[in-house]
């Protein structure tokens, strides 16, 4: 299965949201055994973390605290077919921060 990507994000952007996130996730994961660098882009939530709905769930309130409302992980998943939520990879939640966060900073790189 092949899902398309937002286009616009900015690498160096990238690289720190994927240390937000992946912090975010040994967070959620906490007492489970990850090994460091374990989590990368191609890392899926459901077949590779193991994360359950409530764990979602907790991510969600983390990415609101960390981000406000400017990313909104239910409005974000609330538009994928079931399949894509379950291979959601961590490299697209963070494209997908990086566009939000680019375009509530009204598209300034």
Same mark, same amino acid.
């Given at each position: !299965?092949?899902?398309?990507? +937002?286009?616009?994000? $900015?690498?160096?952007? /990238?690289?720190?949201?994927? =240390?937000?996130?992946? =912090?975010? *996730? @040994? ?7 990850? #090994? #460091?660098? #374990? *989590?990368? !882009?191609?890392? @899926? ?14 991510? =969600?309130?983390?990415? /609101?605290?960390?981000?406000?409302? =400017?990313?909104?992980?239910? #409005? ?9 939520? *379950?291979?959601? $990879? ?6 997908? *921060? %990086?566009? %939000?966060?680019?375009?509530? $900073?009204?598209? @300034? +790189?």
């Amino acid at each position: !299965m092949t899902t398309s990507r +937002p286009a616009v994000y $900015d690498g160096a952007h /990238e690289s720190e949201v994927l =240390a937000e996130l992946t =912090a975010m *996730i @040994r967070h959620v994961l906490e007492g489970y055994e990850l #090994e #460091e660098g #374990e *989590i990368t !882009m191609r890392t @899926r939530f459901g077949s590779d973390l193991e994360l359950e709905s409530i764990d979602l769930v907790t991510l =969600a309130g983390l990415l /609101e605290e960390r981000y406000g409302g =400017a990313v909104n992980f239910a #409005e974000f998943v609330a538009g994928m077919e079931l399949e894509e939520i *379950i291979e959601l $990879d961590v490299g697209r939640l963070v494209e997908h *921060i %990086c566009v %939000c966060l680019k375009a509530a $900073d009204g598209g @300034r +790189p």
